[in-house]
C-alpha cells in the first residue's frame, strides 16, 4: 500500500519520495487515515515503528493551507530536548513544499530567543512540558489557536514526573480540538490521562503491549559489579564493536565508566542531564558518524535518540522499572534491522532481571562469561558501594509534579561512602531520584 492511497497530498508524497519512503509502516497506515478523519487517537508502539511520521504527516496537511496568524495551531508535547529537536527537524523535511512554520522550545538554552521567535509566529510548536509553562507564565505564548494536541511518548513523560505540567498545559488550550497520544506503554497512568483527554478515541496498538522487538538478540551475563567494567571492555574490543549505546542508572556512574573505557583504549562519551545541550548534540553527532565508539548514557538522556541500524545496546546496569528496559533495547533492532541486547547483572540485581523476565514473559538467554583481563584498580574517586537498585525510592515530586531540586530534597536516600564525602553535600537523593526538566 502506497502513501498516495492513504490520502496525503502531492506535497507531502513528494517530501517522503525525496526521503526513499515508498511505503507506509503498520502504524502509518493505520493512525494517518484516523488523524485525517479528525478522530482522537490512543496508540501503542514501540521505538523504531515511524510513528513520528505518523502524526506528522496528517498534522501537515490537516494545517495547510497556512491562515494569516501568529499563534500556534498545532501543539506537540515531548518529553525530553533531543526527542523535541528531532520531532521539529522530521516536521520541517517532511513539511518542506509546504508553507508552515515550525518552532521548537525546550530548557536548558535561554529563553529570549525563543520568545522572539514566538513573537514572529509560527504554525507548530514542539516544546517540553517545563519550558512551555515557562512561557505560558510570562505570557509570551498564545494557546487560542491550538486546534490539534499531540502527546508523544506519554508514558515517558509520565514516568519524568510531568502528568501536573501535562494537566497545566491542557487546562490552557481551546475546548474544541483534536488530540492525539502515542504511548510505548499502557500503565494505569496512561489509562487515566487519556480518558482524562481523548474523546471517543480510536485505539491502534502495532506491537505487543510491553514486548521487546522481536528482531533483538537478548543475552544476561552473570558477573559481580567489580568485574562489569573489565567484561565490557574486552566484549567491545575482541568483537570488534564500530557502535555501542550503554545504559548506566546514574549521571556519576556514567562518567565514571566513560573515564573507565577511555582508559581501556576505547573512544567514549557520556550523555545526560547535566551535560548541556550543546555537549549532548556535540556527543551524539560524534557518536553517529563513528568517531565515538560508545556512547554512554542514562535512561531520560537517551529517550528518542535517533540512531539508525544501531548494533549493540548494553545495560552495564538493570534499569529499576522492568517496562524501561524495553525502551532502551529498543534502540537496537529497528526497522527490521537486527541488533544484540547485553545486560550485564550483578547478584543484587537478579530480583530486576527476573521482574524484566515476568514483562517478557520469556526467559532472557544466560551466556558464559568469556575469560577477560582484570580491569587496574579503581582509583579512590572511583569506588562506590553497590547499593541494592530495588531498595532505592521513587523519584521524589513537588506538589507541582516535578522533582525537586537537589537542595529542596530529604536526606532520606542512602549516604555516600567515606570514599565520597570528602566532595559531595552531605544530604543526596538516591541517584534514580533527580531528574531535571527537559
Do not use: C
Not at 509546504?98 to 507548530?124: C, E, M, W, Y
Not at 504511548?183 to 480510536?202: E, F, K, M, N, W
Amino acid at each position: 500500500m502506497p502513501f498516495d492511497s492513504l490520502g496525503l497530498i502531492p506535497e507531502l508524497t513528494r517530501a517522503l519520495a525525496d526521503r526513499g519512503y515508498s511505503d507506509p509502516t503498520p502504524v502509518q497506515a493505520q493512525v494517518i487515515p484516523e488523524i485525517l478523519a479528525g478522530r482522537d487517537i490512543l496508540a501503542g508502539s514501540q521505538t523504531g515503528t515511524g510513528k513520528t511520521a505518523g502524526f506528522t504527516l496528517p498534522l501537515l496537511q490537516k494545517l495547510h493551507p497556512a491562515p494569516a496568524t501568529h499563534a500556534p495551531r498545532a501543539l506537540v508535547l515531548v518529553p525530553t530536548r533531543e526527542l523535541a529537536s528531532q520531532v521539529a527537524e522530521s516536521i520541517k523535511s517532511y513539511g518542506k513544499y509546504l508553507h508552515l512554520r515550525t518552532l521548537v522550545i525546550f530548557g536548558g538554552v535561554s529563553i529570549n530567543p525563543q520568545k522572539d521567535a514566538l513573537r514572529r509566529g509560527t504554525d507548530i510548536l514542539v516544546a517540553t512540558p517545563g519550558r512551555l509553562l515557562d512561557h505560558a507564565q510570562q505570557r509570551t505564548i498564545d494557546f487560542s489557536k491550538i486546534e490539534i494536541l499531540v502527546l508523544d511518548e506519554a508514558d515517558r513523560m509520565l514516568d519524568m514526573g510531568f502528568i501536573n505540567d501535562i494537566r497545566r498545559v491542557i487546562r490552557l488550550l481551546p475546548q474544541q480540538r483534536q488530540n492525539l497520544m502515542f504511548s510505548a506503554t499502557y500503565s494505569d497512568d496512561i489509562r487515566q490521562l487519556a480518558h482524562g483527554l481523548l474523546r471517543q478515541p480510536v485505539e491502534i496498538e502495532v506491537a505487543r503491549r510491553n514486548a521487546a522487538v522481536e528482531s533483538i538478540e537478548q543475552q544476561a551475563y552473570m558477573i559481580g559489579k567489580d568485574q562489569k567494567r573489565a567484561l565490557l571492555s574486552h566484549l567491545i574490543l575482541s568483537g570488534d564493536w564500530s557502535q555501542v549505546l550503554i545504559f548506566t542508572r546514574t549521571k556519576h556512574g556514567a562518567n565514571r565508566l566513560t573515564k573507565q573505557l577511555e582508559q581501556d583504549g576505547i573512544r567514549a562519551a557520556a550523555i545526560h542531564g547535566n551535560k548541556s545541550q550543546n555537549a549532548r548534540t556535540q556527543a551524539l553527532a560524534d557518536f553517529k558518524t563513528m568517531g565515538v565508539r560508545a556512547l554512554v548514557a542514562t535512561e531520560v538522556a537517551a529517550r528518542g535518540l535517533d540512531i539508525k541500524e544501531l548494533p549493540h545496546v548494553v545495560n552495564y546496569e538493570l534499569p529499576n522499572v522492568p517496562e524501561d528496559y524495553v525502551h532502551r533495547i529498543g534502540r537496537t533492532g529497528r526497522a527490521g534491522a537486527t541488533g544484540i541486547a547485553l545486560s550485564l547483572v550483578a547478584p543484587d540485581e537478579n530480583g530486576l532481571l527476573k521482574d524484566i523476565e515476568r514483562l517478557l514473559r520469556k526467559q532472557i538467554q544466560r551466556m558464559a562469561v568469556p575469560a577477560f583481563p582484570p580491569a587496574p584498580p579503581p582509583r579512590p574517586d572511583q569506588e562506590e558501594r553497590y547499593r541494592d537498585p530495588r531498595s532505592q525510592p521513587r523519584r521524589a515530586q513537588s506538589s507541582q509534579g516535578r522533582s525537586q531540586p537537589r537542595a529542596a530534597q530529604s536526606g532520606n536516600g542512602p549516604r555516600p561512602n567515606q570514599a565520597q564525602q570528602h566532595h559531595k553535600r552531605p544530604s543526596r537523593s538516591a541517584p534514580n531520584r533527580q531528574q531535571r526538566r527537559p
